[in-house]
C-alpha cells in the first residue's frame, strides 16, 4: 500500500509565492520520476515540471523561470517552489510519483491533490 500526499496550497494573491510539497509513503522500494500538473475546471490535467531520481527536470512553458522543482530522495519527498504566481495557475494541483513497490511492480501514484488560488 502506497499513499501520496500534497501540501501547501492555498489562497495567493497575483505576484506571491507557495511552496507545495509531495510525500510518498508505504510499501516502498524506490521512487523514479515525479512530477507536479495541474488541472483547472473544464481543463484537462497538465504537466507543470517533473524531476527524475537523478534530478534532471523538465518544466512547461508557461512556468519557466518562475516555478522550480527539487527532490529530496531521503525523505521521498518532491517540491515545487512557485514564484510571481499569476491567476493562469490557479487550479489542482496534484503530485505524481512512479514508485517501485517490488523488482517486477512499478506503478504510477497520484496524490489527491491540493488546491492553488490566484486571485486579488
Known amino acids: 500500500q502506497v499513499q501520496v500526499v500534497e501540501s501547501g496550497g492555498g489562497l495567493v494573491q497575483p505576484g506571491g509565492s507557495l511552496r507545495l510539497s509531495c510525500s510518498a509513503s508505504?510499501?516502498?522500494?524506490?521512487?523514479?520520476?515525479m512530477g507536479w500538473y495541474r488541472q483547472a475546471p473544464g481543463k484537462q490535467r497538465e504537466l507543470v515540471a517533473a524531476?527524475?531520481?537523478?534530478?534532471?527536470?523538465n518544466y512547461a512553458d508557461s512556468v519557466k523561470g518562475r516555478f522550480t522543482i527539487s527532490r529530496d530522495n531521503g525523505k521521498n519527498t518532491v517540491y515545487l517552489q512557485m514564484n510571481s504566481l499569476i491567476t493562469e495557475d490557479t487550479g489542482v494541483y496534484y503530485c505524481?510519483?512512479?514508485?517501485?513497490?517490488?523488482?517486477?511492480?512499478?506503478?504510477?501514484?497520484w496524490g489527491q491533490g491540493t488546491q492553488v488560488t490566484v486571485s486579488s
Open positions: 505524481n510519483a512512479r514508485i517501485r513497490q517490488t523488482a517486477t511492480a512499478i506503478y504510477d501514484y
Open positions: 508505504g510499501s516502498i522500494f524506490s521512487i523514479g520520476a
Open positions: 524531476i527524475t531520481s537523478g534530478g534532471s527536470t
